[in-house]
């Protein structure tokens, strides 16, 4: 199903008021007929008073960056696209599949099972337009798991809009819940396919070389990626995908308190591999300094000694107990 774009005039206007001006002359030549017992004239006039109103259900009005598909006894005959007043064909109907359901930024699809509130704008007739302004679905947090079994939950925003108005209405049942559906079958495809931290020998790309990929280090290839997911999918929805981000990336709670205790544990590790480090370049410098002053001649056991008490200085938790030594140094 291809979109098919009516070229029809804004005529909305002209022709409201040829409509008035044809029920004025109707009402007009009612009286007269009467008046002069004009049988005949006084049917038609009551005829075209009684069907009239038909005309104005032709009248449509488009706001900006909306679009209106119309069929006629089941044919789909064109698409309304721009601003204006339009008048058309009194029988064509607007189809719109999606006009009861909504996507809000903070939930998923409502698909109007919940009664709203009273003094409410849902409880207004759906309308049969469909937008064309860039909308956001911000499905709910999924549960997941990475390519290394561990469950993580996850959100995404996606930014879209309607490019194909046919396809639309046409190809799809409800072109916004199939968008939500495949968001949520995208997301899953490509989160299992990374870890959620850097692990060795793990191949995001495919290409059979290990590399350091991850949902929380490649933030913005995993979007990129999500998001030409979701376009393949709702390509023939005639739905194009501007931009996908991640909204929120956590470890699953059952998992979180031990995940926690791992990254505190490789935290220390390299916080005191820095440490010996750090300690070891100090001790070399101190005995170079003392070999270079010539203030103390050490042998190689006072050597050791010297280094193991200043790694036992520089490497502890606590701070160092001085013990002065008032003897001779042997």
Same mark, same amino acid.
């Given at each position: 199903?291809?979109?098919?774009?009516?070229?029809?005039?804004?005529?909305?206007?002209?022709?409201?008021?040829?409509?008035?001006?044809?029920?004025?002359?109707?009402?007009?030549?009612?009286?007269?007929?009467?008046?002069?017992?004009?049988?005949?004239?006084?049917?038609?006039? =009551? +005829?075209?008073?009684?069907?009239?109103?038909? %005309?104005? *259900?032709?009248?449509? /009005?488009?706001?900006?960056? @909306?679009? #209106?598909?119309?069929?006629?006894?089941?044919?789909?005959?064109?698409?309304?696209?721009?601003?204006?007043?339009?008048?058309?064909?009194?029988?064509?109907?607007?189809?719109?599949?999606?006009?009861?359901?909504?996507?809000?930024?903070?939930?998923?699809?409502?698909?109007?099972?919940?009664?709203?509130?009273?003094?409410?704008?849902?409880?207004?007739?759906?309308?049969?337009?469909?937008?064309?302004?860039?909308?956001?679905?911000?499905?709910?947090?999924?549960?997941?798991?990475?390519?290394?079994?561990?469950?993580?939950?996850?959100?995404? =925003? +996606?930014?879209?809009?309607?490019?194909?108005? %046919?396809? *639309?209405?046409?190809? /799809?049942?409800?072109?916004? @819940?199939? #968008?939500?559906?495949?968001?949520?079958?995208?997301?899953?495809?490509?989160?299992?396919?990374?870890?959620?931290?850097?692990?060795?020998?793990?191949?995001?790309?495919?290409?059979?070389?290990?590399?350091?990929?991850?949902?929380?280090?490649?933030?913005?290839?995993?979007?990129?990626?999500?998001?030409?997911?979701?376009?393949?999918?709702?390509?023939?929805?005639?739905?194009?995908?501007?931009?996908?981000?991640?909204?929120?990336?956590?470890?699953?709670?059952?998992?979180?308190?031990?995940?926690?205790?791992?990254?505190?544990?490789?935290?220390?590790?390299?916080?005191?591999?820095?440490?010996?480090?750090? *300690?070891?370049?100090? /001790?070399?410098?101190?005995? @170079?300094? #003392?070999?270079?002053?010539?203030?103390?001649?050490?042998?190689?056991?006072?050597?050791?000694?010297?280094?193991?008490?200043?790694?036992?200085?520089?490497?502890?938790?606590?701070?160092?107990?001085?013990?002065?030594?008032?003897?001779?140094?042997?």
């Amino acid at each position: 199903m291809e979109e098919k774009i009516l070229t029809t005039r804004k005529n909305g206007m002209a022709a409201l008021l040829l409509i008035l001006l044809v029920y004025i002359g109707a009402a007009a030549c009612l009286v007269l007929s009467i008046a002069r017992e004009l049988t005949l004239v006084t049917v038609l006039c =009551a +005829v075209v008073l009684c069907l009239g109103w038909i %005309a104005l *259900a032709g009248l449509r /009005v488009l706001k900006p960056q @909306e679009a #209106l598909v119309l069929t006629l006894f089941g044919r789909y005959i064109g698409t309304l696209r721009g601003e204006g007043f339009y008048y058309v064909n009194p029988f064509c109907v607007g189809v719109n599949p999606a006009a009861r359901t909504r996507l809000s930024q903070s939930g998923d699809v409502n698909s109007g099972h919940e009664r709203p509130a009273a003094n409410t704008q849902a409880q207004e007739a759906p309308s049969k337009k469909i937008s064309l302004k860039i909308m956001t679905l911000n499905n709910n947090r999924q549960k997941i798991n990475d390519c290394l079994g561990n469950p993580v939950e996850i959100g995404i =925003a +996606v930014m879209w809009r309607v490019v194909d108005t %046919a396809r *639309a209405a046409f190809n /799809v049942d409800n072109y916004k @819940e199939y #968008l939500s559906l495949q968001c949520d079958s995208a997301l899953r495809n490509i989160v299992r396919i990374y870890p959620y931290d850097v692990a060795p020998n793990v191949d995001t790309t495919g290409d059979g070389v290990a590399d350091e990929g991850s949902l929380r280090g490649s933030s913005e290839v995993v979007a990129a990626r999500i998001r030409d997911e979701i376009q393949t999918r709702v390509r023939d929805a005639g739905l194009e995908i501007l931009e996908a981000r991640i909204t929120y990336l956590a470890y699953a709670p059952e998992i979180a308190a031990v995940m926690l205790q791992r990254q505190q544990a490789s935290a220390i590790i390299d916080a005191r591999k820095m440490i010996v480090d750090g *300690a070891v370049g100090m /001790v070399e410098m101190a005995l @170079e300094r #003392l070999k270079e002053g010539g203030m103390v001649e050490l042998d190689e056991e006072r050597k050791a000694a010297m280094v193991s008490n200043l790694l036992v200085v520089l490497c502890g938790n606590h701070d160092a107990q001085p013990v002065v030594n008032s003897g001779s140094l042997y």
